[in-house]
């Protein structure tokens, strides 16, 4: 789920699912996957994983995304196979916390340690779980050192197995951290990278947050531009990321102020998010 759909040895499958979901279509690209859903495995995990992105990005299709979940959950058959299943549903247990719809982060610890035992350190899926374990321990544990180590060994699989999308998320939250610590060059160094990788990537619905975060660090008048470039693409895509439009104040056509917005005490610099 953290590749960009956009290589030579991926399928034409592959590619669409990906440019749907680049825009935000999660639900078009979930349905993409649905025919094949009902004996293989690893279409089942990717299916339930567009899903529970669709709940961290929307804050809405939960019900949707645990069923799925479920669904890959049964198929499974081989440990790596439950390790995928067990990493999609601690992250979809770590965004239900964060985004304040209810408290499962023990299920999330849980959930990510069963699918760390289940997958061989060479592991396709390895640096996907390193990162959201990072995410556990960041802001769920307020463990920032064993966040970093997750981020460092996550940054250092995505980037041996060219997954740039990954490498986007991990510089951003390295990024993070940096800012923190009030290291502004290397937080704007990190901030930067994860732009440009969204750029090229052509990952539209990623954009915006990665134009925010980089607007904490840079002097004005350049951050104001930043936020209003980040503004405009929200609104683009009608309100998407919630906690992002609510941040910018931006409304859509309709005029509706998101749902459901981060928690006061996640932990997040203002422009900051959990994990897209």
Do not use: K
């Not at 997954?163 to 390295?174: A, G, P, V, Y």
Request: with cysteine; net charge negative.
């Amino acid at each position: 789920m953290s590749g960009s759909g956009t290589s030579e040895e991926e399928s034409p499958l592959d590619t669409a699912v990906w440019r749907l979901r680049s825009r935000g279509c999660w639900q078009e690209a979930a349905a993409l996957l649905t025919p094949y859903c009902a004996d293989d495995p690893s279409a089942a995990v990717r299916r339930a994983a567009l899903l529970a992105e669709r709940c961290m990005y929307t804050a809405s299709g939960w019900e949707e995304a645990e069923e799925a979940l479920r669904s890959a959950e049964a198929l499974a058959r081989t440990d790596e196979q439950r390790g995928a299943a067990a990493c999609e549903r601690g992250h979809l247990a770590y965004a239900a916390t964060v985004m304040g719809v209810r408290d499962r982060s023990d299920e999330a610890r849980s959930a990510l340690g069963r699918s760390a035992a289940l997958l061989s350190p060479s592991a396709a899926g390895r640096p996907l779980l390193d990162f959201r374990r990072g995410l556990v321990a960041e802001h769920l544990s307020g463990n920032a050192p064993a966040a970093r180590a997750a981020y460092h060994r996550a940054h250092a699989g995505a980037a041996d197995r060219g997954d740039l999308l990954l490498c986007s998320s991990t510089w951003r939250h390295l990024a993070g951290l940096a800012l923190r610590d009030g290291d502004l060059a290397e937080a704007g160094r990190g901030f930067a990278e994860s732009l440009r990788l969204r750029e090229e990537l052509g990952y539209l619905v990623g954009m915006a947050p990665a134009l925010a975060s980089l607007a904490e660090v840079r002097p004005e008048p350049e951050a104001g531009r930043l936020r209003t470039e980040a503004a405009r693409l929200v609104r683009l895509l009608d309100g998407i990321p919630t906690w992002l439009a609510e941040q910018l104040n931006v409304r859509t056509d309709a005029d509706a102020p998101p749902s459901v917005g981060l928690p006061p005490d996640a932990g997040l610099p203002s422009a900051g998010a959990p994990a897209p």
